[in-house]
């Protein structure tokens, strides 16, 4: 199923328009829709798709045969049946071949020669290097797991650096990206919709399941989902990140899983997971820096160079919850206490989701109109005291406290109060303006009336 996408292809169709050869690595998450984009991309095109599976190499090259010989069979001459000794081999004669004809390359989950054939690299080097002229290639690699992928190609020690002409990084949906995607095959009520988003996140593949395991209660989908015995995302988060992390994983799993119960700084998470805070400080910079799966946060009103109030957070929705609530109770899953996790999911899930709905409503914030521009969004915090939507500029500012909750017009103006007097607290200047989204608000046009930004769920959902 493939859906919107339209920039990528965009993108695509402009670097294979080009004269010659053209080296483009596309990476991101599995489950993103990174073959998706490229068998889409391929349609009508001369081009090749090869798997490259953790197989022998002389297994891979009898399936890169087969394809070369059904891809290009309108190409070749009827007497000619391509055999090949190695990858290398294919590469040139594809090299080769595309002088006469402009031709696609594809390689996915390109990072798996790292194990099949890590000796591939160099000479793939110097072929590129010596016929990318004469050709006319367009070579896609495709990549699932970031921090090879970044090796592979970023890394000075590596044959392949400096050989990519283009990069593109495949990002999960957005929330409203997210929504239409799954109205277009299963009818999701709003306010079910952001709990299955905090929860799977804008992951196309994990989505799509939504079709047949969700039947109008959140909580059962998702125990259908993660803690069943059977369930399809249960192990989702060990099998995509144990081989991302290597040896090193439990360091790696124990820093995230206490992240997502909520130690955000270097010395709680150090103080959650017992390692040192060096130790700590090196984990997080390369979650944060070469895996991207880690977001580093300060203050809104702070200079991100200077401060020391730092707060990290998971960036993907599906892992954020993956690991406070699957890999948090794993031994009572293990052990078959199916009703010990769910008490901790109908307890714990509604302020989880209320977290989600606060990231939700910062780029909702990012995105209308507030009367000016703002130069930063974010969330503000100090001594206890908390914003959580910030946004101005030299002349404004708009300030916002996001509940996940229906409020009525008392709850609501309570909340405007405490949050004018918390905006006193911050060292902006300019014309303050005060607002609130929540999921729902009584008397939402009378606070608008008043001069209070107000949003509820529906103007959120249906952004304009």
């Known amino acids: 199923m493939f859906y919107d996408r339209e920039r990528e292809l965009e993108k695509l169709e402009e670097v294979h328009s080009r004269a010659g050869s053209s080296f483009t690595v596309i990476y991101g998450r599995r489950r993103v829709g990174k073959t998706a984009l490229a068998r889409q991309f391929l349609k009508g095109k001369p081009g090749v798709y090869f798997f490259v599976g953790e197989k022998d190499e002389a297994l891979l090259l009898e399936e890169f045969e087969e394809e070369v010989k059904r891809a290009l069979s309108g190409y070749l001459p009827a007497y000619l049946k391509p055999k090949f000794s190695s990858v290398e081999e294919l590469m040139e004669f594809l090299l080769d071949f595309s002088k006469e004809q402009k031709l696609v390359i594809v390689f996915d989950e390109f990072q798996n020669f790292r194990s099949v054939k890590p000796s591939f690299f160099s000479p793939l080097q110097r072929l590129w290097d010596t016929k990318k002229d004469s050709s006319n290639v367009t070579l896609l690699a495709i990549g699932s797991y970031v ?50 988003y905090s929860v799977l996140g804008g992951m196309p593949r994990y989505l799509l399941y939504l079709r047949h395991y969700y039947g109008g209660d959140v909580i059962e989908t998702i125990e259908k989902l993660f803690l069943d015995e059977f369930a399809p995302l249960r192990e989702e988060g060990l099998n995509v990140l144990k081989l991302e992390f290597g040896r090193y994983y439990r360091s790696y799993f124990s820093i995230l899983e206490a992240v997502s119960l909520g130690h955000v700084t270097p010395k709680e998470i150090s103080d959650r997971t017992g390692l040192k805070i060096l130790t700590v400080g090196k984990y997080l910079s390369e979650l944060t820096n070469h895996y991207e799966y880690l977001k580093r946060e300060v203050p809104a009103t702070e200079d991100p160079r200077k401060t020391r109030k730092v707060a990290y957070s998971i960036r993907d929705e599906f892992f954020n919850f993956w690991f406070r609530f699957v890999y948090h109770n794993y031994q009572h899953l293990e052990e078959g206490d199916i009703e010990n996790v769910r008490s901790d999911l109908e307890r714990n899930f509604p302020a989880f989701v209320g977290r989600e709905y606060e990231r939700i ?104």
């Open 147 to 196: 921090g090879m992928i970044k090796r592979i190609f970023m890394d000075r020690k590596e044959p392949l650096f400096g050989r990519v002409d283009e990069w593109m990084k495949l990002k999960p949906f957005d929330f409203w990206e997210a929504y239409g995607f799954v109205k277009g095959f299963i009818n999701v009520p709003p306010k079910d919709f952001v709990e299955l």
């Open 361 to 464: 409503a910062r780029e909702f914030v990012r995105r209308i109109d507030l009367g000016f521009r703002p130069i930063r969004v974010g969330r503000w915090w100090h001594r206890g005291e908390e914003i959580d939507v910030v946004a101005y500029n030299r002349d404004n500012v708009a300030l916002f406290e996001v509940k996940w909750k229906d409020l009525s017009l008392k709850d609501a103006r309570k909340i405007l109060r405490d949050l004018e007097r918390k905006g006193s607290l911050l060292p902006l200047r300019g014309k303050r303006l005060l607002g609130l989204i929540a999921r729902g608000i009584e008397g939402k046009e009378e606070l608008k009336e008043e001069g209070f930004l107000v949003f509820d769920l529906k103007d959120v959902l249906f952004l304009r």
